[in-house]
Every structure is written in C-alpha cells, then in structure tokens.
C-alpha cells in the first residue's frame, strides 16, 4: 500500500544496515502531497526545496484502487520545514509513472513513462486502457516551468529500437564531462517485447539538446527492465563509472520475466560494459527489481525493492562497495571512491585514475557531430564532487519502495569546492537536421502532455543536493509491482503531527505479505497492446 510518511537518513554518521537510523519528518494532512507509489522527485538547490509530482494510486488491500487525485505538485523546505503546492507553468501534463528521470543543475529530466486509471482521474479504458509515453520533459524547479523536449534534434535515434518510440522503465543518469553536461539513457523498453538493447546508450546534449546514439563494446547485459543506476567519477576525473545493478530479464523458459542479481559497469568515455562478480553476497539483496540506488563516495547505497515475489522484506537497506566490489553489513561515511583493478585492468591507470583517452570510446558513434566522435589526446576535466558537511536523507512514503518518495540525501556543504579543470574545445555546432517530430502513442505529432517528472537518480558529481531516490526510476520504488520492500511504518491511519517526530528503524525480522498480485512485466496489463484510446484533456495548469 502507499504511504505519507516522510523520513530522514543522515549519511554523515557510519551505521549498521539492519540497524537503519531513520527519522522520521512531520506530513500535513490531506489534501496534500499524494498518496502514491513511483512519484517524481527533484531538488532545487538555489530554493532549497524538494519538489514532489506524479505517481500512481494503488490497489488497497480489499482490491480496490484509493481515489485517484488530480495532477498536484508539492514542495518541502527542509531549512523551514514546511510544505506547499506549487503551481505548474508552460506546457499542461498528465500525471504518469514508471518513467526515467532524474534532475541537474535545478532542472527535472523525465522520459518516456506510462499514464492509466491508476494515474488520472476518469482515464478512458479502464486496466487496458494503459498509454505508454514517449519523448522527454523539461522542468525549470525554480518556477515549475514544464517544457516539452520531445522534438529535441536526433530523437529518431531511438526509432530503429523501440516501435512508436514508447519508453519506460529504464535509467537515466546525468554527467559531466569535458566541462559538458550530458544525461546517459539506457536500459527500459516499450511494450511487451520492445526492450531497449544494451548494446547501444543514448546520450542528451543538455546545452544542444540533442540525443545521440552510442554504441558500447564488452558484454552487453541482457535487455533489462526496473534495474538501479548510479555514476562515480575517478578520483582525477579521467573515467567515469556507471554501475548497473538488478531488474528483471526475459526467461524464455519461462515464458515470463524474473527478478536479477546481475551487477555490471559501463565505463565511461570508453562506453565498454564490464560484469562483476560482487563480494560477500550473504550481505546483499539477492535478486532484486523495483529498487533504487545512491551513491556516496564509494558506498552505493540500494533501497527497497523485491524479488519475485510482492512479499515484503524486513531490511529496506543495503550497502555496496563501489571500491572494493563487495556488499557490506555497515555503511561507511567519507569513503573516498578508488578505481577497481577491474576496470583500470580494461582502461589503464590506477585507482587514481590515468586512464587514457587515446582510441576511446571504443565503437565510434555513427553521428561525426557526436560529443563522443573524437576525444583522442583530450585531458580529463569532469566535475570533481566536493567535500560534503552535514548531510540528510529524505523518505517520504514510509514503507520503502511503497510510497510516494523514496531515500532522498541532502548534502550540504560547509565549503563548495570545485578541481580547477582544463577547457576542452567544443565539437562543432550542429545544424537543424529538419527531422519529422517523433510520433507518439497518441498519433501524429507530440501533444504536449505526453509525461511527468520521474524520480531522480543521481551521479556522484553531486551538486549540493543529491538524491536518494527514484527508479529509476521514480521514487525509490518503480514498476507496476505492488508491494516492494517495507521499512517500519507508524499503524494505518497515524501521521506524524507538524509537532512531533519519530524515529524509526529497519526491522529485521518483520515481514509483511500484501494481498496484491506480484506484478512483474508479464502479468500487467501495462505491458499488453495498447488499444485506441481517447485522451482526456490534459490535467494541470498553464
């Protein structure tokens, strides 16, 4: 079931994970912040704020859906702690789930995602009535000023993999590098069968605003859904290493998807897939799917999530080594991220990084304007993270994975440094290639309410806040599941007062089993064709 509860995580201590110290924040009343499952969140750093928006309304446990609301977006002002409803500008939106987001520089990033009648109010066609969305939004935090980016140049790029170009389910990750601001898309699919392959990410130029298609080498994992993604940067800056863990894969056995415990790298500007055999499995998740993933120096922290099965698990944590490549019983503050012998074996250096450029990424992109062409004899000059002070982490849905948010860090800096990087040059500019817009699920050209925001995920190049957060993701939690894992949550019916605050913490031994069905990609009817629906008008404000 969804929930309203709010929680804080402060990573500047060392912790036992089956001794979580959450804490938890006062939630008003409703009407407020929505009751759901795979909500979007973002921060604003310039406002200190978190924005909250999208979801889906989950089944009770009689079967039967709580109401579904109209669109709202909230914010919370961790310095105030006070809440309240923003007003949305630009381009009106439906609420959607279960797209790939994330935020950068107080700007919100969602592609793709999915709208139903467990998401807007009087949507036509009931269960089968699902519509799965394509394109991309822009949301300016400071105001919410919601921008449609679907016709970005290069969009097509995504044509050749995905039918109609839906997307959902999969990661999006941003970057820098070179001085350059990137966001890596990857992994997700469209409708049953449409997988978007491994063996290709796509990259989004944020100052062209332009997509990209670029091949990887190594591997690639299998076509995988619902999997967590978070970036670290070596400590000169030379490569840039993206984690994979989890989701669920095709069984052709089967005839059905399965959870996975597969853990793999992509090394960047290499773009080369590395799988790893992690350490001291007995202290990680297993199999894993719905869950999300936060990095923190070395230490990635996974949040919530389930196997097969919509059981509910005792622990809603878990600690992941980036470094040393092993699952941990404690989490570590102030660990600094070292390159794996793994990886500096695959690209030269050391732990300190020194990786070469010379011949990287490995497969050309097709497109010579790509940023990624040509980077040979270029100098590495990524975005260090700075030192980080106090720092806080944020859980509004109580039970992990179940309510409207997932695990949000706040960092705040005592002192906001950046490595002095050299410059390098700019690819050419590129022209208006009079590309035909995407068409989407709706036919024709792009409408303009076509998703929402997603949860964020975050890299380790974090700005002062960073997230802990969304599927991929969404909110921690993302797919059409029910019931992920659970922290422990005050009984129904009781919220936390503006007064008071409680302090809550994994138990390790409760277990929870939901009445709802365990609803992996084969058995939702997202994932069945979709009928020839009308759209409602759109919901929100201009």
Known sequence: MADRDFFTLDLSEDFVVADTPFVGLPVPPIPGPAKVLQGSFWVNEAESKFTFYGGSFSPNPQNRTDIVEPLSFWSYHPLTSTWGEEEARGNSVLRASRGASTYYKDIGYYRGGQVDNSTTPNWPGGDAGTVILSGMLKIGLATTTITNETRALGYDVFKFEIPGLQYRDGNLIPLTFNKKDYLINFAGGGQRGNGLPLGDVYVYDIERSSW??????????????????????????????????????????????????????????????????????????????????HIRGSQMLLVGGRNDSSICEGSGIWVFDTSKLEWQASYVANSPYAVPTIISSVIGGDSNGGASWDGLPKVAPPDIDSPFFDITGSKASGKKPPSAGVIAGSVIGGLVGIGFISLVIWYFYKRHREQKLDEAPLPPQIEDQGLDPAKTVYGGPPPNEISELGSPVPSSLAPRYSTLSGYNEPAQLHGDSAFPVELYSPPLGHELSSESRGVYEVQSKNTIRSDGDATNEGGSAAYEPLPEAPVPPPVGRN
């Not at 669920?248 to 790298?265: C, K, P, Q, R, T």
């Open 212 to 293: 990209y298609r670029q091949p990887t080498s190594g591997g690639p994992p299998k076509n995988t859904r619902g999997g967590c993604a978070v970036a670290n940067y070596a400590p000169d800056n030379s490569s840039i290493q993206i984690i994979f863990y989890g989701g669920l894969n095709y069984n052709s056995v089967l005839g059905d998807f399965e959870a996975i415990d597969s853990m793999w790298i992509l090394t960047i500007p290499g773009f080369e897939w590395i799988p790893v055999a992690p350490g001291n499995k007995p202290q990680g998740p297993g199999t894993r799917q719905d869950h999300t993933c």
